[in-house]
């Protein structure tokens, strides 16, 4: 997810989004333990991505 497509979406899409990261996040860190990941930034990204998601839902929730 990119800062513009944060800006784009509700506060329902943002919550589904918020969602879905944290369960593969769970899934890459309970992977993590087991075995070698195949692409260890997506972890980071991954952060970054929830990061921007409950940012932008303050903001909105804000606004109203």
């Known amino acids: 997810m990119k800062k513009n497509d944060a800006k784009e979406l509700d506060i329902k899409a943002l919550k589904e989004s918020e969602q879905k990261i944290r369960e593969e996040l769970m899934r890459l860190r309970l992977k993590k333990g ?21 940012t932008r839902v303050k903001q909105l929730e804000k606004e109203l």
């Open 34 to 54: 087991f075995e070698q990941l195949e692409n260890p930034k997506r972890i980071k990204n991954l952060k970054k991505d929830l990061a921007r998601a409950l």
